[in-house]
């Protein structure tokens, strides 16, 4: 699940698999952020949308999260 980095609950954050916010995957302008959950299904989580591997994997790979390397010519 991705959230905006001043919304996550400390709820969010105590059933996630990181042990604090600084471990988490966040996006290159730091706005949004990556839960990796267990159970996706905790109430904390109702509203967020839920993506497969596969999309959460497309999604990072983006430009938002991803910083593409320049190969010199």
Same mark, same amino acid.
């Given at each position: @699940?991705?959230? #905006? *980095?001043?919304?996550?609950t400390? $709820?969010?954050?105590?059933?996630?698999?990181? =042990? #604090?916010?600084?471990? @988490?995957?966040?996006? !290159?302008?730091?706005?949004? =952020?990556? =839960?990796? *959950? $267990? #159970?996706?299904?905790?109430?904390?989580? #109702?509203?967020?949308?839920?993506?497969?591997?596969? $999309? =959460?994997? *497309?999604?990072l790979?983006? $430009?938002?999260?991803?910083?593409? !390397?320049?190969?010199?010519?």
């Open positions: @699940m991705i959230v #905006n *980095t001043e919304d996550l400390s $709820e969010q954050l105590s059933h996630s698999k990181a =042990i #604090n916010q600084h471990y @988490m995957r966040k996006s !290159l302008d730091g706005v949004k =952020i990556l =839960i990796k *959950t $267990e #159970n996706p299904d905790e109430t904390c989580y #109702n509203g967020l949308t839920k993506y497969s591997h596969s $999309e =959460i994997l *497309t999604i790979a983006g $430009e938002d999260w991803t910083k593409k !390397l320049e190969v010199p010519e």
